[in-house]
């Protein structure tokens, strides 16, 4: 006897369908796409200054010169100049006010890119200054903020401080992080009939592209089609921030019917989009004699940059993340989102969940430096488990915090790697180690309940093969490969029968961007209901053939038909014709919302999450403490994938991002001078990872649990937890600089780059 299908052992290890063609240079991109006749291109006129007020603007000259088609300015734009997501605060092209050095200005339209990089030269800008702040503290103090503030509350912190016998306060700092994607921005536009437009973006939220460019044309939706292959990255950096790309691209299709192209050059790329928000924040962290914290507080001030884009959801996680896998009775957590005179910050991998959770692992780590104990000590004490309220008020369920940390501990014996180092350190003067623990609960649902739904369209064709459309985004993640796996397992026929298209707004409509790690849970659930509609159809095409009646259980294993579990002269090719005979529907759209989730923003409590992702990594550093240079050892790491439907992807997605973590936390420093210029604004000064500076060793470890309903195929989303297992290394090099200097100053400002590394260790506190 068969059983229904579902994804096993052997279906887990199937490679990314984009493999072969990622190394061998086939993947087609945004400008890899053929060049249609007449196409013009698009190069952006940014503005030179921080803040100030347009005085003049020339660009007659430039107008004139050979090959410059148009010049448009804000006055052009035929309906509104207006591409914020969340706040309508960000214009498309600057009109009266610059704000950033790299805002729009001006949008030149050429025939090819030298005429529009000529017409660049011959752009004259007065600009009356107004005063520059890159700082988010300052601009609260100010007043400026972006959006208004929010606290969670748990208990009551006042009242538990004065029970607390240890009780630390200080500051800490995240820096922000360039996502860096491999394929720049970039769209490409296409005039189509009765006024339509086309568009190939590398977005993430093809909806927030449709409706972007619709209302900067003053046009419904239905008349905007964005489409989208494959991303050669977003990490965040295009769930929102495509939109100016394509409303550019669009403007000039719209009013000239010539398709236009607009890809910015990697420096334009980093000078005008925005980073990972950097954070300063505050806290206050009080233990009782055991060493159990009683109390939190935190109070973050966010850099927002000068508009909103996706701060405040951003803003909203950092809270929902503020106390990490911790459980503590009274918190209050306060969070400021400060507009500054940079470029708008937003979403990037954890979406201010890692800035919330290095300022607890602050706290901690700082309260164990006082108290002289290992972090650990305070970390597993307060560790939470099911029950657990966390300050938002969802209550802990189907807890793997504790049962990741001890199965790291038991794997690789914690008193031990500390001895161990400890004996090291005593043998060598100059070179010293340090490790850390990091655990992470991250929780799996977009924060913004409503945006917890997906859509999937699948064709039947009646010689057997299929076609599927979701609204997932593949950007690197393998999300289409684990599409194909959900319509093959459902259908119980070979992949290769199975064409995965592109994401496009007319098949599947109101998308949700790809991301909050929920894309394949969303699109993948949606799949499956598309899937199992047909599936019905077909079964009950089947029991008619065989005259069984309802009860008999049909299944394909194979391509092959199975009735009560018997094998029948039946293929899936010859169902799906029969069927098709019958004039019975070989299409479906599926739909998915999250059920149970949940939250009151005016009570700021609810059940926000599906549920949650745990883990933890143990991480061993070595500082060379004559240069200030490091190497990281080792990250070993427990994770709980759930039960994974796709281990080749899910290990792919745990390693990228501890990476991309270890190098927001080390070397990857975003700087900006103080008039807001962008000082690390190329691959020679912002310094990202590479194969040299990965770990050493770097293991991980899947987790044996039963994994949840709510994630699909009880497969639980990876995309972003991993991330957070970088912060690790921020402390375990502290601590190598402390056994090194044990009065040096190092304060907890991230990145902790080989420079910092170097003044730490040789300063003195009294
Ligand atoms: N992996 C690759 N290779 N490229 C990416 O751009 N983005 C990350 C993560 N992993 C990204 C990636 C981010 S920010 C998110 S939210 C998730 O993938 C999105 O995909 P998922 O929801 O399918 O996990
Ligand atoms: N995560 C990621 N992206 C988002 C979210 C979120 O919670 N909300 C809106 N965009
Ligand atoms: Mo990811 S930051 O949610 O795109």
Same mark, same amino acid.
């Given at each position: 006897?068969?059983?229904?299908?579902?994804?096993?052992?052997?279906?887990?290890?199937?490679?990314?369908?984009?493999?072969?063609?990622?190394?061998?240079?086939?993947?087609?991109?945004?400008?890899?796409?053929?060049?249609?006749?007449?196409?013009?291109?698009?190069?952006?006129?940014?503005?030179?200054?921080?803040?100030?007020?347009?005085?003049?603007?020339?660009?007659?000259?430039?107008?004139?010169?050979?090959?410059?088609?148009?010049?448009?300015?804000?006055?052009?734009?035929?309906?509104?100049?207006?591409?914020?997501?969340?706040?309508?605060?960000?214009?498309?092209?600057?009109?009266?006010?610059?704000?950033?050095?790299?805002?729009?200005?001006?949008?030149?339209?050429?025939?090819?890119?030298?005429?529009?990089?000529?017409?660049?030269?011959?752009?004259?800008?007065?600009?009356?200054?107004?005063?520059?702040?890159?700082?988010?503290?300052?601009?609260?103090?100010?007043?400026?903020?972006?959006?208004?503030?929010?606290?969670?509350?748990?208990?009551?912190?006042?009242?538990?401080?004065?029970?607390?016998?240890?009780?630390?306060?200080?500051?800490?700092?995240?820096?922000?992080?360039?996502?860096?994607?491999?394929?720049?921005?970039?769209?490409?536009?296409?005039?189509?009939?009765?006024?339509?437009?086309?568009?190939?973006?590398?977005?993430?939220?093809?909806?927030?592209?449709?409706?972007?460019?619709?209302?900067?044309?003053?046009?419904?939706?239905?008349?905007?089609?964005?489409?989208?292959?494959?991303?050669?990255?977003?990490?965040?950096?295009?769930?929102?921030?495509?939109?100016?790309?394509?409303?550019?691209?669009?403007?000039?299709?719209?009013?000239?019917?010539?398709?236009?192209?607009?890809?910015?050059?990697?420096?334009?790329?980093?000078?005008?989009?925005?980073?990972?928000?950097?954070?300063?924040?505050?806290?206050?962290?009080?233990?009782?004699?055991?060493?159990?914290?009683?109390?939190?507080?935190?109070?973050?001030?966010?850099?927002?940059?000068?508009?909103?884009?996706?701060?405040?959801?951003?803003?909203?996680?950092?809270?929902?993340?503020?106390?990490?896998?911790?459980?503590?009775?009274?918190?209050?957590?306060?969070?400021?989102?400060?507009?500054?005179?940079?470029?708008?910050?937003?979403?990037?991998?954890?979406?201010?969940?890692?800035?919330?959770?290095?300022?607890?692992?602050?706290?901690?780590?700082?309260?164990?430096?006082?108290?002289?104990?290992?972090?650990?000590?305070?970390?597993?004490?307060?560790?939470?488990?099911?029950?657990?309220?966390?300050?938002?008020?969802?209550?802990?369920?189907?807890?793997?915090?504790?049962?990741?940390?001890?199965?790291?501990?038991?794997?690789?014996?914690?008193?031990?790697?500390?001895?161990?180092?400890?004996?090291?350190?005593?043998?060598?003067?100059?070179?010293?180690?340090?490790?850390?623990?990091?655990?992470?609960?991250?929780?799996?649902?977009?924060?913004?309940?409503?945006?917890?739904?997906?859509?999937?369209?699948?064709?039947?064709?009646?010689?057997?093969?299929?076609?599927?459309?979701?609204?997932?985004?593949?950007?690197?993640?393998?999300?289409?490969?684990?599409?194909?796996?959900?319509?093959?397992?459902?259908?119980?026929?070979?992949?290769?029968?199975?064409?995965?298209?592109?994401?496009?707004?007319?098949?599947?409509?109101?998308?949700?961007?790809?991301?909050?790690?929920?894309?394949?849970?969303?699109?993948?659930?949606?799949?499956?209901?598309?899937?199992?509609?047909?599936?019905?159809?077909?079964?009950?095409?089947?029991?008619?053939?065989?005259?069984?009646?309802?009860?008999?259980?049909?299944?394909?294993?194979?391509?092959?038909?199975?009735?009560?579990?018997?094998?029948?002269?039946?293929?899936?090719?010859?169902?799906?014709?029969?069927?098709?005979?019958?004039?019975?529907?070989?299409?479906?759209?599926?739909?998915?919302?999250?059920?149970?989730?949940?939250?009151?923003?005016?009570?700021?409590?609810?059940?926000?999450?599906?549920?949650?992702?745990?883990?933890?990594?143990?991480?061993?550093?070595?500082?060379?403490?004559?240069?200030?240079?490091?190497?990281?050892?080792?990250?070993?790491?427990?994770?709980?994938?759930?039960?994974?439907?796709? +281990?080749?992807?899910? *290990?792919?997605?745990?390693?990228?991002? =501890?990476?991309?973590?270890?190098?927001? @936390? /080390?070397? #990857?420093? &975003?700087?900006?001078?103080?008039?807001?210029?962008?000082?690390?604004?190329?691959?020679?000064?912002?310094?990202?990872?590479?194969?040299?500076?990965?770990?050493?060793?770097?293991?991980?470890?899947?987790?044996?649990?039963?994994?949840?309903?709510?994630?699909?195929?009880?497969?639980?989303?990876?995309?972003?937890?991993?991330?957070?297992?970088?912060?690790?290394?921020?402390?375990?090099? +502290?601590?190598?600089? *402390?056994?090194?200097?044990?009065?040096? =100053?190092?304060?907890?400002?991230?990145? @902790? /780059?080989? #420079?910092? &590394?170097?003044?730490?260790?040789?300063?003195?506190?009294?």
């Amino acid at each position: 006897m068969i059983s229904e299908n579902k994804i096993d052992t052997g279906q887990t290890n199937i490679a990314n369908i984009d493999a072969a063609g990622h190394v061998t240079g086939r993947s087609v991109y945004v400008d890899d796409m053929p060049v249609l006749e007449g196409t013009l291109f698009a190069k952006i006129f940014d503005s030179p200054h921080a803040h100030g007020i347009i005085k003049s603007l020339d660009f007659s000259k430039a107008e004139k010169m050979e090959g410059i088609v148009r010049i448009y300015s804000a006055k052009d734009i035929p309906g509104q100049n207006e591409i914020g997501g969340i706040i309508a605060d960000e214009p498309l092209l600057a009109d009266r006010k610059v704000q950033f050095q790299g805002q729009p200005v001006l949008l030149i339209i050429a025939e090819n890119e030298d005429f529009a990089e000529e017409a660049l030269k011959e752009i004259n800008i007065e600009i009356d200054p107004l005063s520059i702040n890159t700082d988010p503290k300052e601009a609260f103090r100010q007043g400026q903020l972006l959006c208004k503030s929010r606290t969670f509350k748990k208990g009551d912190t006042r009242a538990a401080f004065e029970n607390c016998k240890y009780i630390f306060e200080g500051e800490a700092e995240t820096g922000g992080q360039e996502h860096l994607y491999l394929e720049t921005q970039g769209a490409y536009a296409f005039p189509m009939e009765n006024d339509s437009i086309k568009i190939f973006s590398s977005t993430q939220g093809l909806r927030h592209v449709q409706e972007t460019v619709a209302h900067m044309l003053g046009v419904g939706m239905h008349k905007i089609e964005v489409d989208t292959t494959r991303l050669g990255g977003g990490f965040g950096g295009k769930e929102d921030q495509a939109a100016m790309w394509a409303c550019m691209a669009a403007l000039a299709a719209w009013d000239l019917k010539k398709p236009v192209k607009c890809i910015p050059h990697r420096m334009e790329d980093m000078r005008m989009t925005g980073k990972r928000n950097p954070y300063k924040s505050d806290y206050k962290i009080g233990l009782d004699e055991n060493y159990k914290i009683i109390a939190y507080e935190a109070t973050y001030y966010q850099n927002g940059g000068a508009s909103a884009d996706l701060s405040p959801a951003i803003l909203e996680r950092t809270l929902f993340h503020g106390t990490n896998s911790y459980d503590i009775s009274h918190v209050l957590l306060t969070a400021h989102s400060c507009k500054t005179n940079l470029p708008p910050n937003t979403a990037f991998r954890g979406f201010g969940g890692p800035q919330g959770m290095f300022v607890i692992e602050t706290a901690i780590d700082h309260a164990a430096k006082e108290l002289g104990l290992d972090a650990s000590i305070i970390q597993r004490k307060n560790m939470m488990d099911n029950g657990t309220e966390f300050p938002y008020g969802q209550i802990v369920a189907d807890c793997e915090a504790k049962n990741c940390w001890d199965e790291i501990k038991q794997r690789y014996n914690i008193s031990s790697v500390k001895k161990t180092i400890e004996a090291y350190n005593k043998k060598n003067l100059f070179i010293k180690k340090g490790f850390s623990m990091m655990p992470v609960c991250f929780g799996i649902s977009f924060t913004n309940t409503m945006m917890n739904q997906a859509r999937a369209l699948v064709h039947v064709y009646w010689d057997g093969s299929v076609s599927v459309s979701t609204g997932a985004v593949e950007m690197g993640q393998g999300v289409n490969t684990k599409m194909l796996q959900v319509a093959a397992t459902c259908f119980g026929i070979s992949m290769n029968k199975i064409k995965l298209e592109t994401t496009n707004t007319t098949r599947v409509a109101n998308t949700s961007p790809s991301a909050a790690s929920a894309t394949t849970d969303l699109n993948g659930k949606a799949l499956l209901n598309a899937c199992n509609q047909i599936m019905e159809r077909l079964k009950a095409v089947a029991r008619n053939i065989f005259n069984e009646d309802e009860s008999a259980t049909v299944m394909v294993r194979d391509e092959i038909v199975f009735i009560n579990g018997v094998q029948k002269e039946l293929d899936w090719k010859e169902l799906v014709k029969q069927t098709f005979f019958r004039r019975i529907n070989l299409s479906a759209k599926g739909h998915y919302a999250t059920p149970v989730i949940n939250f009151d923003k005016t009570i700021e409590k609810g059940h926000p999450f599906a549920y949650h992702v745990y883990g933890t990594a143990l991480t061993i550093v070595t500082v060379d403490c004559v240069r200030g240079t490091y190497e990281i050892d080792a990250v070993h790491v427990v994770h709980d994938f759930g039960t994974s439907m796709n +281990r080749q992807i899910d *290990l792919g997605q745990c390693e990228g991002g =501890i990476v991309q973590g270890i190098g927001w @936390m /080390t070397i #990857e420093e &975003v700087v900006y001078s103080e008039d807001g210029k962008l000082l690390s604004n190329a691959l020679s000064t912002y310094k990202i990872p590479d194969i040299y500076s990965v770990p050493k060793e770097l293991n991980i470890h899947f987790l044996h649990t039963d994994g949840s309903d709510m994630a699909i195929y009880k497969s639980k989303a990876v995309g972003e937890p991993p991330l957070m297992y970088g912060i690790g290394a921020f402390f375990a090099i +502290r601590n190598a600089i *402390l056994s090194f200097n044990p009065k040096a =100053i190092a304060p907890y400002t991230a990145p @902790m /780059t080989p #420079e910092k &590394v170097l003044m730490a260790l040789y300063s003195k506190s009294k």
